[in-house]
Structures are given as structure tokens and as C-alpha cells.
């Protein structure tokens, strides 16, 4: 028998351990099976196979778990983050390319990640990164901090616009080439005479891939930030392993960030 209040020492043993690696690991395993939709403190829990209270220890509700899991994102991303090549719009529109493939390979991660500002090593390896890139093209500090926002937020709406569906046909499961076809169609149907622009533009509207609007969007976002000054700065030293802006060799690595 044990005291009053106490748990058996036997059972203390056999519980699993919680770590904040382990928890994080659970979380991603829950969102790429299951959803965010189906994500919470039990369903995490049971995944590590203890009850929901032993989470508490490292997370206070299921907003400061969507933070560690925004965070351990991100750090899957890290290792392939595209090489600082000396050409910054290069490398910019490379992050840009690698971080939606990123979000479009992995479930519900955009939801995870839109408007939200983890503080772990995952974002911290990922905005080093990107900073580093930015100081070496000579942006001061408070532009570049601004690329960075307006680079993520660009991104993370584009990849939450192009994960929604077009239309109720579209979430019922039509092809999205013929859901987004019948909108086109039904804007050409317009009266002209009311909405000359609208129905002139109606292929346009609805014609280009997807691909190529992303494109459009980023190399004008790119544009923008060519007319700001900049300060020049000397070339840095690839061979230099003490030089932090030195440019890693390219990876074979699949994964993108």
C-alpha cells in the first residue's frame, strides 16, 4: 500500500518520459497524419502515449503547442536552406520557391505557420539565414527586417490562397483545371454592357497556372525592393570558415525550406 495522495512507485516508473523534443515530434507526426483539425493536447498525448496532463509541464494550452509546432517546422527545414550564392534577388527568389514547396509538401503547415511568430532555434536558424543574406547585400537593418515579414507573409497567403478551394465544385472534388475553367466561363456569361472590364479579362483572370502567378507576384515583390538603397559590402571569403556570410557547397538533399 502507499500513502495517502501518493501514486504507485511502479506506475511512476512505467510513464513515459515527456521531453519537449518528444512532444514537438508528436505534434508533427499528428498534423501529417491527421490535420490540423485533429491536433490537440489529447491527440498529442496519446501519441506519446500518456495523458493530456502530462503535457502541461511544457505547454499551458493548445496556443503555446501550435508555437513549439510552428517552430519544430521550421527547424525541418534548416538543412536545406538555399546556399548564399552573392546575387541576392537569386537568393531571395530560391528561399521564396523553397519555402512553397515546403508548405505544399507538408499537411496543413501553412495553417500552422500564417501570421504566427515562433521564438525557437527553428526560426532563429531560419531568419540567421535570411539576415545574414540581407546584410551582405548591403539592406540596413530595418529593411530588412521588413523583406523578411514581407517575404514570409507573400509566401505563407500565396500557399494559403492556393490550398483553398476555388469553389464548391472545387471542394466537392472537380478537377481544379475544369472548376476553375466553369468560373471563367460563368464571368464571361456577364452583361458586357455593366462589366466591360470583367468579362474582357475573364480568361486571364481565371487562364494563368499557378506557377506563373507566384512568379508574377514574387518578381514584382523583387522589383520593389531593387530601389532601395543599399550599402556596399566587401565580397565574402567562401573558403573562409570564419567568415559566417561564406556561402555553403549545395547540398544533394531533397528536402527544400
Same mark, same amino acid.
Given at each position: 500500500?502507499?500513502?495517502?495522495?501518493?501514486?504507485?512507485?511502479?506506475?511512476?516508473?512505467?510513464?513515459?518520459?515527456v521531453?519537449?523534443?518528444?512532444?514537438?515530434?508528436?505534434?508533427?507526426?499528428?498534423?501529417?497524419?491527421d490535420?490540423?483539425?485533429?491536433?490537440?493536447?489529447?491527440?498529442?498525448?496519446?501519441?506519446?502515449?500518456?495523458?493530456?496532463?502530462?503535457?502541461?509541464?511544457?505547454?499551458?494550452?493548445?496556443?503555446?503547442?501550435?508555437?513549439?509546432?510552428?517552430?519544430?517546422?521550421?527547424?525541418?527545414?534548416?538543412?536545406?536552406?538555399?546556399?548564399?550564392?552573392?546575387?541576392?534577388?537569386?537568393?531571395?527568389?530560391?528561399?521564396?520557391?523553397?519555402?512553397?514547396?515546403?508548405?505544399? #509538401?507538408?499537411?496543413?503547415s501553412?495553417?500552422?505557420l500564417?501570421?504566427?511568430?515562433p521564438?525557437?532555434?527553428?526560426?532563429?536558424?531560419?531568419?540567421?539565414?535570411?539576415?545574414?543574406?540581407?546584410?551582405?547585400?548591403?539592406?540596413?537593418?530595418?529593411?530588412?527586417?521588413y523583406?523578411?515579414y514581407?517575404?514570409?507573409?507573400?509566401?505563407?497567403?500565396?500557399?494559403?490562397?492556393?490550398? #483553398?478551394?476555388?469553389?464548391?465544385?472545387?471542394?466537392?472534388?472537380?478537377?481544379?483545371?475544369?472548376?476553375?475553367?466553369?468560373?471563367?466561363?460563368?464571368?464571361?456569361?456577364?452583361?458586357?454592357?455593366?462589366?466591360?472590364?470583367?468579362?474582357?479579362?475573364?480568361?486571364?483572370?481565371?487562364?494563368?497556372?499557378?506557377?506563373?502567378?507566384?512568379?508574377?507576384?514574387?518578381?514584382?515583390?523583387?522589383?520593389?525592393?531593387?530601389?532601395?538603397?543599399?550599402?556596399?559590402?566587401?565580397?565574402?571569403?567562401?573558403?573562409?570558415?570564419?567568415?559566417?556570410?561564406?556561402?555553403?557547397?549545395?547540398?544533394?538533399?531533397?528536402?527544400?525550406?
Open positions: 500500500m502507499t500513502g495517502k495522495g501518493r501514486a504507485p512507485a511502479d506506475g511512476a516508473r512505467r510513464r513515459p518520459a521531453t519537449l523534443d518528444a512532444l514537438v515530434r508528436a505534434a508533427l507526426v499528428v498534423l501529417e497524419r490535420g490540423l483539425d485533429a491536433l490537440s493536447m489529447r491527440s498529442v498525448a496519446a501519441e506519446l502515449g500518456v495523458r493530456a496532463p502530462s503535457l502541461y509541464w511544457h505547454v499551458r494550452d493548445k496556443e503555446e503547442l501550435l508555437d513549439l509546432l510552428a517552430d519544430g517546422l521550421l527547424g525541418l527545414g534548416v538543412s536545406a536552406l538555399p546556399p548564399l550564392r552573392g546575387d541576392w534577388r537569386i537568393e531571395l527568389r530560391e528561399l521564396a520557391w523553397a519555402f512553397r514547396a515546403f508548405l505544399n #509538401r507538408r499537411r496543413d501553412v495553417r500552422v500564417i501570421g504566427r511568430f521564438t525557437g532555434p527553428g526560426m532563429a536558424a531560419v531568419m540567421e539565414h535570411q539576415l545574414a543574406m540581407l546584410d551582405r547585400a548591403g539592406f540596413d537593418r530595418q529593411d530588412a527586417a523583406i523578411t514581407g517575404l514570409s507573409t507573400l509566401v505563407t497567403g500565396f500557399v494559403y490562397s492556393e490550398q #483553398r478551394p476555388v469553389s464548391a465544385a472545387a471542394a466537392a472534388g472537380v478537377p481544379i483545371g475544369e472548376a476553375v475553367g466553369a468560373i471563367g466561363d460563368t464571368i464571361e456569361a456577364l452583361p458586357a454592357d455593366t462589366y466591360p472590364h470583367l468579362v474582357a479579362t475573364a480568361r486571364e483572370l481565371t487562364g494563368p497556372g499557378i506557377d506563373a502567378r507566384f512568379e508574377f507576384v514574387l518578381e514584382r515583390f523583387l522589383d520593389g525592393l531593387a530601389i532601395l538603397p543599399r550599402t556596399t559590402r566587401a565580397d565574402p571569403d567562401p573558403s573562409d570558415p570564419t567568415d559566417p556570410t561564406g556561402s555553403p557547397e549545395p547540398t544533394d538533399s531533397t528536402e527544400e525550406a
